[in-house]
């Protein structure tokens, strides 16, 4: 029988109500909900992401409904004042699939009880029951709804609404905690009390993505893969899962990242990206092979414990679709996957005469039936989590080799490639524990191995084999009561069968996997590290400089670019041919005329004859009374982009030939803002960047140029479109849009009108507006032009409102006053800490970047400790460093203050007065896994092998892996080795200038 109970409910309370998923200390459905709630629970409704399959309804379904129903009607009746109305009692019963209705009236006081029970959510029966004393009697009908109504309160009270028990609910949800994305993860700050860190604020909203549990926790992996602390690893999984972005991460929340610089911030969201595709993978295998009804506890439990995609595989690889059945699996099918089990548990009671089958193959004799049991002890073991970790531990504690020899069919071949042979001359005979190869040494053997020229084995010691077997034997697959002989015999094979076919093979790979893995990883960085360093090299500011495009056929590409970027002059010059001393006039003609004394020369071909010509003309004071020097600049991708889309569009009217000589120029006035505009992968400061993941390449090196955009910092005002979109949390759309909002509206006055920008949101808002500048005499700059720049931007400031109020239905109040914070990196989010922190100072927003601020500053820190000023103020340390800063630094501050700027030469040096023993200064060219490549000015780069580059040579500031040698750094430098013949020179690093 099915009763339903209507209640006549006001319209108000006529709402319906958002069911959410049970959660053990939610109690939010004891409370009656307003209007208003209800929309804020509407809008924190968890939907889940995958679409779960209905399980069949079961008959205590229809009774929790009437239950479910009955609370949400009475708590809405029970938000109105005065008596309560008389309810009408609709009842259908069924009875053989005719449907009957009748109405009864039900007495007041079955109405009270009921709303009693309401009342008294969460209470036990007993306490309930009491109460009925005085109750009348009631009608029938009445009197077994609250029986029923009484019955499931008690079964709610004892269980909830999920077929688990709570304690065992808590237990679970505690094991898999290991992959609760969307679960913001606590904030943490060590303490005495707790070293660990312990949570200060618990957010809600948190929900368990409940299909993608592993018997592994994430967070835990991640941090032992990537040595970083568990409470770390917790609030980066929550900071990626809600789409921040790296540099925001590194700058604004230090305090959730231990102080992680952004370097390590990716190692961490490369290594979560790795994990996640590991359980995506297996989840995936486990569906497949559940759809084809092969999935078997053990199989699932196998795939659970894969920490590594090479471990799915290895579980997965014979239930893929069109694979040949395995040895194991065919045992199986003959039925004799109960025998092994037996031999383990039971093997007294093991019979193999029992199974013999005259006419079927591989059951017709006891030897065919051994080869079965073994083939599926063998499959066992090797997808044991606790053999594998045995075997991998015993190979920790001994040496293992990988070795490469020459391939048998290069050695072969006498009209074989031997220049591609040649290069890997130092890997025909090679052989190095995996725990000393370096990177380097694994790409070239897998480029070698990739062309053919290489065969690469791993050797593991045989005591790895016979320690394993014994474990094997002895302790995890030890029958557990006594087993004969023969049946022991039978173990011993198969835990040598295991090993031999299916774990070393196993254990094989995953050496090279990870040792490939490592070594992409570390080459990747390094050319991260290089770019970082390319790009935040200091800029030349403030000077006029002539571009040169070096060539011999087609001239030389000559370009002059004033000190703000704009192209003066752009012509071709013929200095290394007849006509030599006529464009030595030409060109002192141009440099007196624009005033340039700086000339820049591509490192490209005839780099070094054109670096002769013009210091010939230097030495011999030719373009007196300027006083002219030049400078050796990287001319990589500057072809390329000259033939770009983008460099057509920002030079229409030049010929292609012409834009490389302004890039040139351009690299050295300004680095950063011309080389974002080249893809990094062809700036030529990497190493085997064809031979590593080209989707982790590109990744890497985008997140470093939006990096060193993000924190030298944008004006919004002056900024090409091209440089924003680098901008964290900007996009291509996202700038264009910026550029058009400023073309239409005006300047920017403050931080606050990027919110009219379409397309820029909340989130977006939130990530790039620490990055973005406003300076007001570039304001004043942007509407020098315009007759009326007051009334320019209020109808900017309109325009954009009205724009993103029509879209939004919402009136958006931006204040157009300018704000004196937007020109530092503090954040919007702390300018409220800010007017705490100056009101403590007695400061202005006046006196930013000036020697009072810096005074006052100075006199609040000696008197109050940063940490105790920090939580006077309501915020962290970090925050009110970052404060400080923003507030000391003088408004032309540049992080690129602090790095390398060109070299600028009057004379050349050449080779040939080099000899062993000179000790000389250079700047580096490209640092690698091997070495360092080292620009001397002989027109020939040395290379500083890595053994020479310890530690005691280098600076302190230099000594962290990110901060290692890179492009750019002027180092001192002696000559150990000259080889002419290879045209090669190796040099020993002295120190860092």
């Known amino acids: 029988m099915l009763i339903q109970i ?29 209007e208003s709630d209800s929309e804020e629970e509407e809008e924190e409704e968890w939907v889940p992401k995958n679409k779960i399959a209905r399980k069949p309804k079961k008959p205590v379904a229809k009774s929790v409904t009437v239950k479910k129903k009955v609370k949400s009607e009475a708590e809405s009746t029970g938000t109105k004042k005065g008596p309560v109305k008389r309810s009408t009692v609709k009842t259908a019963v069924k009875k053989t699939g005719k449907k009957t209705s009748e109405k009864t009236d039900v007495d007041p006081n079955a109405m009270r009880l009921l709303q009693d029970l309401n009342s008294n ?18 009608p029938q009908l009445a009197a077994v709804q609250i029986k029923k109504e009484m019955e499931h309160r008690e079964v709610k009270v004892e269980q909830p609404s999920t077929s688990t028990n709570l304690s065992e609910r808590k237990i679970k949800e505690e094991a898999d905690i290991s992959f609760t994305w969307e679960e913001p993860a606590l904030k943490k700050q060590k303490t005495e009390n707790h070293p660990d860190g312990k949570p200060v604020k618990l957010q809600k909203g948190c929900v368990e993505i409940g299909d993608m549990q592993m018997n592994w926790n994430v967070t835990q992996v991640l941090s032992e893969r990537t040595n970083t602390e568990g409470w770390v690893c917790a609030n980066l999984i929550r900071l990626f899962k809600e789409e921040n972005t790296i540099p925001f991460i590194a700058r604004y929340r230090k305090e959730l990242t231990n102080n992680m610089d952004a370097d390590t911030l990716r190692d961490v969201q490369q290594t979560l990206e790795e994990l996640t595709t590991v359980i995506r ?83 017709s004799s006891v030897a065919e039936i051994e080869a079965g049991i073994q083939h599926i002890l063998a499959d066992m073991m090797s997808k044991d989590r606790e053999t594998l970790n045995c075997i991998r531990k015993l190979c920790e ?49 897998n480029r070698g191995e990739k062309l053919k020229i290489l065969t690469v084995k791993v050797s593991i010691p045989d005591r790895v084999k016979n320690e394993f077997c014994r474990w094997c034997i002895n302790e995890r697959w030890r029958p557990r009561h006594f087993a004969r002989p023969e049946f022991m015999k039978l173990l011993k094979e198969s835990t040598e069968d295991s090993y031999k076919r299916l774990i070393y093979p196993l254990l094989c790979r995953e050496f090279r996997s990870r040792l490939s ?17 390319l790009l935040l090299i200091n800029p030349v500011r403030g000077r006029v400089l002539m571009g040169i495009d070096p060539g011999f056929r087609h001239g030389c590409k000559m370009s002059i670019i004033s000190a703000t970027s704009q192209i003066l002059h752009t012509d071709v010059i013929y200095i290394l041919g007849q006509g030599a001393q006529r464009e030595a006039e030409k060109i002192r003609h141009l440099l007196h005329k624009y005033s340039c004394s700086t000339i820049v020369i591509g490192n490209g071909t005839a780099c070094r004859e054109t670096e002769s010509f013009f210091a010939d003309l230097i030495s011999r004071k ?5 006083d002219v020097v030049y400078c050796i600049a990287n001319e990589a991708g500057a072809s390329i982009y000259s033939v770009s889309p983008e460099a057509a569009k920002e030079m229409p009217d030049l010929d292609p030939n012409l834009r490389s000589a302004v890039s040139i120029a351009r690299r050295v006035q300004d680095p ?90 909340p989130k977006t808002f939130q990530q790039c507006a620490g990055f973005i500048r406003i300076n007001p005499e570039n304001i004043k700059n942007f509407c020098s032009n315009q007759q009326h720049s007051s009334s320019t ?32 990196c503090i954040h919007p989010e702390s300018y409220a800490i800010v007017t705490r922190f100056l009101s403590f100072i007695d400061g202005s927003l006046s006196d930013i970047g000036a020697s009072a601020m810096l005074c006052k500053v100075n006199a609040a820190l000696k008197t109050n400790l940063m940490d105790a000023l920090a939580q006077r103020l309501d915020t962290t340390e970090p925050t009110l460093q970052m404060i400080i800063d923003g507030l000391t630094q003088p408004h032309d501050y540049d992080i690129r203050a602090g790095f390398e700027q060109q070299d600028f030469k009057r004379n050349i040096v050449s080779l040939n007065d080099l000899k062993n023993g000179t000790i000389l200064t250079g700047r580096v060219e490209n640092a690698t896994l091997f070495g360092v490549f080292v620009d001397i000015g002989v027109g020939r780069s040395g290379l500083i092998p890595i053994r020479y580059i310890t530690a005691a040579k280098l600076p302190a500031s230099k000594r962290r892996k990110s901060l290692g040698l890179g492009p750019g750094e002027r180092v001192e430098v002696k000559v150990m080795e000259i080889d002419h013949a290879r045209n090669r020179i190796s040099l020993d690093l002295i120190r860092v200038l």
């Open 6 to 34: 209507n209640l006549q409910m006001s319209e108000t309370t006529n709402t319906k109500c958002q069911k959410r998923p049970f959660s053990e200390d939610d109690d939010s459905f004891l409370d009656a909900t307003s």
């Open 121 to 138: 959510e969460g209470k036990l029966p007993s306490q309930i029951t009491q109460n009925l004393g005085n109750v009348k009697p009631m």
């Open 281 to 363: 993978k297996a989840h995936t295998a486990i569906q497949k092979v559940a759809k084809e009804e092969k999935l078997t506890p053990l199989l699932k439990n196998a795939l659970l414990n894969c920490q590594t995609l090479e471990e799915v595989e290895h579980v997965f690889a014979p239930y893929k679709t069109g694979s040949k059945k395995t040895k194991a699996q065919q045992a199986r099918q003959l039925g004799l996957e109960s025998a092994a089990n037996l031999l383990i548990d039971r093997p007294g009671e093991l019979n193999l005469n029992n199974y013999i089958k005259a006419n079927v193959k591989g059951l």
């Open 397 to 445: 504690q001994s040496p293992v080799f990988i070795q490469s020899t020459l391939a048998k069919a290069t050695s072969k071949e006498k009209d074989g490639n031997k220049k591609d042979t040649e290069k890997f001359r130092l890997y025909h005979n090679f052989s190095s524990s995996i725990a000393n190869i370096q990177h380097h040494q694994i790409l070239a053997i």
């Open 517 to 533: 893995s490592d070594a992409e990883k570390e080459s990747i960085a390094m050319f991260g590290r290089n770019l970082r360093q």
């Open 622 to 626: 030719y373009f007196a009374p300027l």
């Open 672 to 761: 950063l803002a011309e080389l974002v505009k080249i893809e990094p992968k062809h700036i030529g400061v990497g190493m085997y960047q064809h031979d590593v993941s080209q989707t982790l390449l590109k990744a890497t090196l985008d997140s470093v140029v939006e990096e060193c955009v993000s924190f030298v910092g944008v004006d919004i005002n002056i900024s090409s479109e091209t440089l924003m979109r680098h901008v964290a949390g900007l996009n291509s759309s996202r700038a264009k849009n910026i550029i058009e909002w400023r073309e239409k509206n005006g300047p920017f006055i403050n931080r606050e009108q990027l919110k009219a920008v379409k397309g820029l949101g």
């Open 793 to 824: 931007a209020e109808a900017g400031a309109k325009g954009g409102t009205t724009g993103k109020s029509s879209k939004k239905g919402k009136a958006m109040c931006i204040s157009m006053e300018p704000n004196p914070l937007d020109q530092t």
